[in-house]
């Protein structure tokens, strides 16, 4: 430990007490690593503040003893967000003790949730109010609300929703000087210049910390129905995609992926069974949800599958016959990641690309990656109805997991990334940036990379705050 960063534990032990620093190695070190157990590093302490004044004096300190921060929720980022840099030069600031729910106003479709607010506890507080918070994810059970809001977050619901730019009404913020940015009112009209609760979503903790956030409700679902269908093409899923917008705004989720994938997921699951008869080359996962009563999302799903049948754009189609037979459903699909990575080793890419070039792309890049490099297999799975394809490829059998992913794995991601480029689409959908991707965004990206590197410099001159995530040291 530094002296710098010992003078601030002294500072800071009056006000954050007992169980708001923790020194003890055993118990950083599980928050030291990665989710996904690609980065590592070292911080020898973790702040862990208790309320919003706390969180004031924490960095008023930490400017004044030019400490850096690495601020943390559920540790679920999956591009080395929120992971400590390896020299112990910054400390943890943990913001899991921050985790009540201030407000819950149904009639207002709002929401005050607290920055350590894990989403599975949000969904279920509203849920109790018979509404609902309408952005879920595979972390739901550790990913909290500031990292949610610091990352700009999407998941299955992002089509009808939008990700958390879309749904977060106002932020509460401490910006690197100590002061407060009190944004929580949700006023629908605010033309006093920039919006800084908007510069402060998407910024990965970069240029303060997030405590808490205004959200928005949606009602709560009254009925729905899940169904999976069988495709010749990615191209038929937009098209059956459009059909279903065009006769309804049910619309929810509308997940696409290769048969492959689903073959995976079938191996991968104790008792798991494809949905369908037969071989298709591509299928759809489609949730159709209301809020009214007296609105029938099985029977209009029947109905213009039924017509998608006799037209040939679907094979084959079916729709869940019960919570279970649904419940089923999306557990083949949230399983594909863990279920390819059981394959091999791979690279993982988080992209996004206009949505009407999604299917060709989808189908194009495969094979540009497979012609590139010899004994890779690419592909892809995403979500159709916003752009977002998580695109892997994975390694030939048999190849050496370090050497592939010391050797092969940037050259790979380049190769993926300039595809994405040239289709006007973007390295980061919905995971961010962080360490993973800050040097190929420097690359693809650099007059954005300046602008926010003037910004970050304006709010937090001294670096000081979630070092190396976005944007490099100065």
């Not at 702040?47 to 540790?75: C, F, K, S």
């Not at 009639?107 to 506890?121: H, Y």
């Not at 849920?127 to 949610?148: C, D, I, S, Y």
């Not at 790979?412 to 993973?436: C, K, N, P, W």
Request: hydrophobic residues 45%; proline residues 5%; negative net charge.
């Amino acid at each position: 430990m530094t002296p710098a960063q010992t003078a601030l534990l002294q500072a800071l032990t009056p006000i954050l007490g007992d169980k708001g620093i923790v020194t003890d190695p055993a118990l950083i070190a599980p928050w030291e690593v990665d989710w996904r157990r690609r980065f590592s590093g070292h911080a020898p302490a973790i702040l862990a503040p208790a309320d919003t004044g706390q969180v004031q004096a924490v960095l008023r300190a930490a400017t004044e003893h030019r400490v850096r921060l690495v601020p943390q929720g559920g540790n679920s980022s999956m591009v080395g967000g929120a992971t400590p840099p390896d020299d112990g030069s910054a400390l943890i600031l943990s913001m899991r003790r921050m985790n009540r729910i201030r407000r819950m106003d149904a009639d207002a479709g709002m929401v005050v949730a607290e920055a350590g607010v894990i989403l599975a506890d949000l969904h279920a507080a509203a849920e109790a109010e018979g509404v609902r918070f309408p952005l879920t994810l595979g972390a739901k059970g550790n990913a909290t609300v500031g990292g949610l809001v610091s990352t700009n977050a999407g998941g299955t619901q992002v089509l009808r929703f939008g990700t958390m730019r879309g749904l977060t009404l106002g932020v509460e913020a401490v910006l690197p000087d100590g002061s407060l940015h009190d944004g929580l009112s949700a006023l629908k009209k605010d033309n006093r210049g920039y919006d800084l609760g908007q510069l402060l979503i998407g910024a990965e903790g970069t240029l303060g910390i997030v405590t808490a956030a205004a959200l928005r409700l949606a009602p709560g679902i009254a009925r729905s129905a899940t169904a999976w269908v069988g495709l010749s093409d990615p191209a038929a899923g937009l098209t059956l995609l459009r059909r279903l917008q065009a006769a309804t705004d049910m619309i929810e989720s509308f997940e696409i992926m290769p048969a492959e994938s689903l073959a995976a997921a079938v191996a991968h699951l104790p008792g798991a069974r494809a949905p369908l008869e037969g071989t298709h080359p591509w299928h759809v996962l489609i949730e159709a949800v209301t809020g009214d009563a007296q609105a029938d999302p099985t029977a209009m799903l029947e109905t213009q599958l039924a017509r998608a049948l006799e037209d040939g754009v679907v094979a084959d189609a079916v729709i869940a016959a019960s919570d279970s037979q649904a419940e089923a459903f999306w557990l083949l699909r949230h399983s594909l990641s863990d279920a390819e990575r059981a394959l091999g080793p791979a690279v993982q890419h988080d992209i996004a690309v206009p949505v009407d070039a999604m299917p060709r792309f989808m189908v194009e890049a495969a094979a540009a990656c497979d012609a590139r490099f010899p004994g890779t297999h690419a592909s892809g799975f995403g979500h159709l109805g916003d752009g977002n394809i998580h695109f892997h490829v994975r390694a030939a059998p048999g190849t050496d997991r370090d050497r592939f992913y010391a050797e092969d794995a940037a050259t790979i991601t380049r190769f993926v990334h300039d595809l994405v480029m040239a289709a006007g689409g973007t390295i980061s959908a919905e995971h961010g940036i962080g360490q993973m991707k800050r040097d190929e965004l420097a690359r693809l990206s650099p007059e954005r990379v300046a602008a926010i590197r003037a910004i970050k410099t304006a709010l937090d001159p001294h670096g000081l705050f979630n070092p190396g995530k976005l944007v490099a040291c100065a």
